[in-house]
């Protein structure tokens, strides 16, 4: 019985200490597996790490060689300019000038009896460079006139309440005074040419920067110096809020509605389908559209008014200097069944003679009245870094069949001359006139 016990004993021991053994080995397997996993985690973070600073010096490098030829800009404000095309401020006009602009600078600075504002005088240097290219539609705008450009309306701003375009005798012609608007409270009527806002000369001033001076805060004053009938006055404006509304309809006794649009604005292709809808309703035969005295506005506008209109093709092109052409056409299926008529003069211009140009290539309606503008030529915006920018021309526009707007305008098919001394619209009666023969 004690030997039985004695075995027993000793093989219960003999087991524990085999049972320890395994226990340390398994803990020291498990030691050297955890070192493994923790080395390899290390490894796994060290290489993403490695990994994303080879990408942030490659990417560090490429744009280093992006600014470096000139495809990459950074503003003074910190904005990023990036470009398809390089450009550097290394070579060009400007190193070849430089020497000689000093060395006048140089002798005014030692001779010239007054003081001279500096900044002033390099930003007239710049403007004259562009306005030397001979295109009235390229221009420079300093930092303040282009933040002032970039402003947005949304429908709405604040101003004098008038349709402008660039007057040929210079300044600004105003081709619509808004009945309701301050300009025409403060005594403005169309056909005005404004040549100074406050104390500022615009006869030579492109269109948007002296339309710039002339928007400004609500309640805010502006003093215009107007010529009309060739006598200069001066009238002060209170600026207030203006509400574009850029299309005008009515209903003639002869079942022909008549619609008129001031501007190609971003709201005016809404406001144009539903006075033709409305005018359909209310049972028009035929539709006078008028563009007298539009300045023009949004291609995409006049282009998505086009489509409403014409049937599927092209609706107008574009052509750069070489030669590369950009098509805008139609394809929604849509189409405008009803005889038009459309009237223009020699302020319709632009998106205006796009317009005509394209109803005229159809076939699509009657043109009307006078040799329109012939401004045909497509414009970009380019910001600099120090927070200025250009204007410039980059290409011309083209009708469906080809006609060249730029310096030839369109040709109505019925001229016929606007009488100032006549009692009533002698070129909307000749527009009706058209519509009845097509009509009947």
């Keep these: ?20 053994d395994n226990i340390f080995e398994q803990a020291a397997k498990y030691e050297k597996k955890r070192e493994r996993s923790h080395y390899f985690k ?63 600078d140089s002798v005014l600075d030692s001779f010239y009896f007054d003081e001279v504002d500096e900044e002033k005088a390099k930003n007239n240097i710049y403007k ?44 600004i012609l105003l081709v619509d005074v808004y009945d309701n608007g301050a300009g025409y409270k403060a005594g403005l009527r169309t056909g005005d040419r404004i040549v100074k806002v406050d104390d500022t000369d615009v006869t030579d001033m492109d269109l948007s920067s002296a339309v710039a001076l002339v928007k400004g805060e609500k309640g805010t004053t502006v003093r215009l110096g107007i010529v009309r009938e060739g006598v200069t006055c001066d009238y002060t404006v209170v600026r207030d809020e203006v509400e574009i ?30 006075a033709i809808e409305d005018l359909k309703a209310q ?37 750069d200097k070489a030669g590369n052409r950009k098509e805008y056409s139609d394809s929604d299926n849509e189409e405008l069944d009803i005889p038009l008529a459309v009237l223009v003069n020699g302020n319709s211009a632009s998106a205006s003679e796009i317009f005509a140009g394209a109803i005229q290539d159809y076939k699509k309606g009657i043109i009307v009245g006078t040799q329109t503008y012939g401004k045909g030529i497509v414009q970009t915006l380019k910001p600099l870094t120090d927070g200025s920018a250009i204007k ?18 369109v040709t109505p098919d019925v001229v016929v001359e606007f ?18 023969a097509v009509m009947n």
């Design 392 to 409: 410039f021309t980059i290409a011309k526009y083209f009708t469906p069949k080809g006609q060249d707007i730029h310096g030839n305008g």
């Design 419 to 436: 009488d100032k001394n006549a009692d009533e619209d002698t070129q909307f009666n000749a527009a009706i006139d058209s519509l009845k």
């Design 128 to 171: 004259a460079y562009l306005s030397s290219y001979g295109d009235k539609y390229t221009v420079y705008y300093t930092a303040d006139e282009y933040n002032k450009l970039k402003e947005t309306t949304n429908g709405t701003f604040y101003g004098i309440g008038a349709v402008c375009q660039l007057s040929e005798e210079g300044g």
């Design 283 to 319: 049972g028009a035969k035929g539709i006078v559209i008028d563009i007298r005295n539009n300045p023009g506005g949004l291609l995409t506008t006049v282009v998505t008014m086009l489509k409403y209109i014409l049937p599927n093709g092209l609706i107008v092109y574009t052509e």
């Design 245 to 274: 509304q850029t299309v005008n309809y009515a209903m003639t006794d002869d079942s022909i509605g008549y619609i008129a649009i001031s501007q190609f604005e971003s709201v005016t292709a809404k406001q144009f389908k539903a």
């Design 1 to 20: 019985m004690d030997n039985k016990e004695d075995d027993i004993s000793i093989h219960t021991k003999e087991q524990i200490a085999g049972n320890e």
């Design 42 to 104: 290390n490894g796994l973070l060290l290489g993403i790490v490695a990994a994303f600073l080879v990408m942030v010096i490659i990417v560090v490098s490429v744009a280093g060689v992006c600014i470096q030829k000139g495809y990459i800009h950074i503003g003074v404000n910190g904005d990023v300019y990036i470009q398809s095309d390089a450009v550097t401020d290394g070579s060009g006009i400007g190193s070849e000038v430089e020497a000689k602009l000093n060395a006048i």
